[in-house]
């Protein structure tokens, strides 16, 4: 292991420990907020792979966590899966969407791949809709207490969920981690920086491209999975535009490219958005302007700057 | 009503999407055919014209043609100009990156909606149309509005195919379209040409508002279905194709109306989206685009 890597694996096992030290401090109401913010930021940890590392910007990740959070609970509503297999069933049709967008989508590039992602989610969101019979649409249905449990764990209850939560996105955390130190990840950084030098070199690149979203569309299923699951409810909204703008929000205010980046980026904006809509119902002015300035003003986002000034080595 | 007699009803209607639909997806084409960029925030223009137009009507008593005739004139002024501020304040700062742009245009998209939502609040609000002629055919009287408005949108349309091929102002464009560097080596004021494109795009987004809102009521959640269909519209007529663009508006427009009447809307978009996906992954340059985007 060598230097750097060291230091990278000690920060993050850091900020775990830290996280898991705050569930015995806080209070109630920023409890379940950080759950709720861990969870989402698993969900950013996907889009980073796609955007940040690999440069493909999608407008549709909206699809992928709401593949998982339907995927979960369609099957526990429809065919009384219990929790733990209907968890692994929304990771898996996270990525098989991924897979399957990905086949098509990544024949475009640039603006095109942007707007065909976005046409891709709202089929999606719509087709959600239109099956209102099963799905029940806008309204979306509520998973029962007694089903939400894995084993004897009963994932409702705080504290479980409080750990739940933190052990997906140490996952996520220590994944992302683990392909942007290995080879493949150096990969997919190349092709974000000069596509046709790393195809020059020879290498695949619409296959790497293709596994970039397929690992960022599990993710995705996975946070979506277990937003369903933790929090007991499946929505609509959560296929609709908003949420794929929310992850590019999120990560672009953190740091693309960065592995901490989506995670503080998730952190600030639920705070902001918590903050302001206590004042006004037009809180996604909040989020408008945020992505305004940071495009103009701060492309890199808050740990890009960090890397940028203050040290030099961080993932 | 017999069949023959409901199907006309029911293109007419398309017939009325259509002519809406092709004056904002102009301007969407006009800003990405000239600039290059992907205006996101093109529906918001649209509502923001819709929501101009209640309020100068509004502002004005007497007869409902007064206060229409105002809105048709000063909202699209309005909008022109809080475009023009939204380039040089961010747009020209990002130098047009074209995906930089799009993540700029959907901040000012939630910036125009939300501010919006604030000042207007969250209610639907009728505008009365200007005149309330009815037209008696032999099956159902129609209103006389709806046929001005796609009269007007005609009239509108070929004011721009005259300013873009008959005026000094519209040679500068085509100019800065085929090959910007030679158009600016050539004197050509390229950045003023990008603010005046980007302008114009948004005052037929407000235009095509105005004329629909006695139709439809002003809402601040009203840019997202013609911002969708005219990405729809753009697409299929190919990037940057102005011509494209106006007869997959009318396609569009009159098969959405028709199929909406007989079958459910939401399957009509779901088909119509996934459409425009494949025809990007498959045919990126659209049906009748030849240029590569």
Redesign the interface.
């Known amino acids: 292991m060598s230097g750097a890597t060291r230091k990278g694996v000690v920060l993050h096992l850091g900020v775990v420990a830290l996280l898991a030290g705050l569930q015995f401090v806080l209070p109630a109401y920023h409890h379940g907020n950080l759950a709720r913010v861990m969870v989402l930021a698993s969900f950013a940890l996907g889009y980073n792979v796609m955007f940040g590392y690999t440069g493909l910007l999608s407008l549709g990740h909206a699809m992928f966590f709401a593949a998982g959070l339907y995927g979960m609970g369609l099957a526990m509503r429809h065919l009384g899966l219990p929790a733990l297999p209907a968890l692994a069933l929304g990771v898996l049709c996270g990525a098989a969407l991924a897979a399957l967008v990905g086949l098509l989508a990544l024949r475009t590039a640039g603006v095109a791949f942007m707007i065909v992602t976005l046409m891709f989610a709202q089929t999606g969101y719509l087709t959600i809709l239109y099956f209102g019979a099963f799905t029940r649409g806008d309204e979306g249905f509520v998973i029962p207490r007694a089903a939400r449990r894995i084993g004897a764990l009963d994932l409702s209850e705080p504290t479980t969920r409080y750990f739940a939560a933190l052990l997906l996105l140490g996952l996520c955390l220590f994944a992302t981690l683990a392909l942007v130190r290995s080879s493949t990840g150096r990969v997919l950084i190349a092709i974000r920086e000069n596509e046709d030098r790393a195809r020059m070199l020879g290498y695949d690149v619409f296959r790497y491209k293709l596994l970039a979203m397929v690992i960022s569309g599990a993710m995705a299923g996975a946070a979506g999975a277990a937003y369903g699951l933790l929090f007991g409810y499946v929505g609509a909204t959560f296929a609709s535009v908003q949420y794929s703008i929310f992850p590019l929000l999120w990560v672009l205010l953190g740091g693309a490219g960065t592995v901490l980046g989506p995670l503080v980026g998730t952190l600030f904006m639920f705070y902001l958005i918590d903050l302001s809509s206590g004042f006004t119902s037009a809180y996604m002015l909040i989020a408008g302007v945020a992505l305004v300035l940071l495009t103009l003003f701060a492309p890199r986002g808050l740990m890009g700057l960090v890397r940028a000034r203050l040290v030099p080595w961080l993932p | 009503m017999d069949f023959g007699p409901y199907l006309l009803l029911a293109s007419m209607e398309g017939a009325v999407q259509a002519a809406v639909l092709a004056l904002m997806a102009l301007g969407l084409s006009l800003v990405f055919g000239v600039m290059r960029v992907?205006n996101i925030a093109h529906g918001e223009f649209f509502m923001l014209g819709a929501v101009l137009a209640w309020w100068f009507t509004s502002l004005v008593g007497g007869h409902p043609a007064f206060g229409f005739a105002l809105a048709l004139i000063g909202a699209p002024l309005i909008v022109g100009l809080v475009a023009v501020a939204a380039d040089l304040l961010?747009l020209k700062?990002?130098d047009y990156d074209?995906?930089?742009t799009?993540?700029?245009t959907?901040?000012?998209?939630?910036?125009?909606?939300?501010?919006a939502?604030?000042f207007y609040g969250?209610d639907a609000r009728p505008v009365a149309a200007p005149f309330s002629w009815r037209i008696d055919l032999p099956w159902f009287g129609y209103s006389g509005y709806k046929l001005f408005v796609i009269a007007a949108a005609v009239v509108i349309m070929l004011g721009v195919w005259a300013l873009l091929t008959r005026t000094r102002i519209g040679l500068v464009m085509r100019a800065t379209q085929f090959d910007s560097e030679t158009a600016q080596a050539f004197g050509i004021p390229v950045g003023r040409v990008y603010t005046m494109v980007f302008g114009l795009g948004a005052m037929l987004a407000a235009l095509a508002a105005v004329l629909i809102v006695p139709i439809q009521q002003a809402h601040y959640l009203m840019g997202?279905d013609p911002l969708?269909l005219s990405?729809i519209v753009v697409?299929i007529g190919g990037l940057g194709s102005l011509r494209g663009t106006v007869v997959a508006a009318v396609l569009i427009g009159m098969s959405d109306g028709i199929i909406s009447v007989f079958f459910?809307p939401?399957?009509a978009?779901?088909l119509a989206?996934?459409l425009?996906?494949?025809v990007?992954?498959?045919r990126?340059t659209g049906l009748f685009g030849t240029r590569t985007?």
């Open positions: 992907v961010v700062r990002l074209p995906e930089r799009i993540v700029a959907i901040g000012l998209l939630y910036i125009i909606q939300q501010l939502l604030e969250p997202g969708l990405f697409i459910s939401t399957l978009k779901i989206t996934l425009v996906a494949l990007l992954v498959y990126p985007a």
